[in-house]
């Protein structure tokens, strides 16, 4: 049921909502970012009726677009990615080992309950925020960290004096001086309301079944590699056409999980929230949104990063057909290596 709410909310705002991660395209160059930077009296008008393009007169140079410059962002998508790998195996191997040594502690802690309840009962709203918390599905448990930096994120863009640094490092551009850290950041970047709700709404409805099939280490791994990797993809198309631009927005890694899930589960049926007799299965949807994406970058549709979406769809496929049977499953180097620097554990 899960499935089936992701991908109603994706059909009902297809036409004019920020579902999936945009470009804040060209905008008229009448101030640089620079410029932009060096005053407070040189604010960025805002086009609050335009969730594509809200600023106006920050100025993209095409000078910067060289293929020499994405060899530094390649690096970056390389090295980081096989650092979300080693990450998300290294926390699978921390969490097993919590969970024994819990259990060999396990006959200790029943002498100590009593004193440890009594000092749990000082402080009621930690208490009840932790049972909350132990109600929610491991799905739920990876969707609220992520749900939270977001909505920090696109606070931070309701304060005129931080748009600057949001501007720079919080949208991604090949055209910028800094072209790493925006690539990571940016997948976490909302500047319209609407685009917030819709992308979390789409997170949320998929996290739980792909959090069951991957376990929560390798889904964050998968998705903050898949945010790079899809920023990386949006790089090398801007620079290949020449066509400067911001992106922002969380649609590059949500579309990697879409990808994994509806190739990992094809016979799924979804549905349409305002059609509801009107369903299909998850293998065709998935078809369906790549080959939109195709369209838009071979015709050059602007509303929408579609090269960005490709990236992220891409790496979620191919998780599903060949990564998590050839890459993950041969983790046990690293897992040794670890274990080995860690020792045993002891009561």
Same mark, same amino acid.
């Given at each position: 049921?899960a499935l ?7 059909e ?6 920020l ?21 407070r009296?040189?604010?960025?008008k ?7 393009t ?8 095409? #000078? +910067?677009?060289?293929?020499?410059? @994405? ?8 090295? /980081? $990615?096989?650092?979300?790998?080693v990450?998300?195996?290294?926390w699978?191997y ?22 440890e309840?009594?000092?749990s009962?000082?402080?009621v709203i930690?208490?009840q ?5 132990q ?21 931070g ?19 910028s001086?800094?072209v ?8 976490? #970047? +909302?500047?319209?309301?609407?685009? @917030? ?8 409805? /998929? $996290?739980?079944?792909?959090v ?16 790079v990797?899809s ?18 927005g ?6 990697a999980i ?10 799924t ?14 293998g ?11 369209a ?12 960005a ?9 191919m ?7 050839h ?21």
């Amino acid at each position: 049921m899960a499935l089936s709410r992701m991908f109603r909310i994706n059909e009902m705002c297809s036409r004019n909502t920020l579902f999936l991660k945009h470009p804040l395209s060209e905008m008229a160059p009448s101030k640089s970012i620079r410029n932009f930077r060096r005053g407070r009296s040189e604010q960025p008008k805002s086009n609050l009726n335009s969730i594509e393009t809200p600023f106006q007169d920050v100025n993209l140079e095409t #000078s +910067h677009l060289n293929p020499r410059n @994405l060899v530094k962002p390649l690096g970056f998508t390389v090295g /980081f $990615s096989a650092a979300c790998f080693v990450g998300a195996a290294i926390w699978e191997y921390e969490t097993m080992r919590a969970h024994a040594k819990k259990m060999l502690k396990k006959p200790v802690k029943l002498f100590k309950r009593s004193a440890e309840e009594v000092h749990s009962r000082s402080n009621v709203i930690v208490r009840q925020i932790q049972e909350k918390w132990q109600k929610l599905t491991p799905g739920e448990k990876v969707f609220v960290p992520i749900c939270a930096l977001n909505v920090l994120v696109f606070a931070g863009w309701r304060i005129p004096r931080l748009q600057p640094f949001m501007l720079r490092y919080f949208c991604s551009n090949p055209g910028s001086k800094s072209v790493c850290l925006p690539m990571l950041l940016s997948t976490f #970047s +909302h500047y319209s309301g609407f685009h @917030l709700l819709a992308n979390m709404y789409v997170l949320h409805s /998929f $996290s739980t079944g792909a959090v069951h099939s991957l376990g929560k280490e390798q889904f964050l791994g998968l998705y903050l590699g898949a945010g790079v990797i899809s920023s990386f993809t949006s790089y090398v198309y801007k620079v290949v056409i020449k066509q400067p631009g911001l992106s922002l927005g969380a649609s590059g890694a949500i579309m990697a999980i879409l990808g994994y899930v509806c190739t990992q589960y094809p016979d799924t049926q979804l549905g349409i929230i305002l059609l509801p007799i009107f369903t299909f299965s998850a293998g065709a949807a998935i078809k369906v949104i790549v080959g939109i994406d195709t369209a838009g970058v071979l015709m050059g549709w602007k509303f929408f990063d579609h090269a960005a979406h490709l990236g992220g769809a891409a790496c979620g496929i191919m998780w599903a057909l060949w990564g998590n049977q050839h890459i993950w499953a041969k983790r046990e180097p690293i897992l040794h290596y670890w274990h080995e620097l860690r020792g045993s554990i002891n009561k």
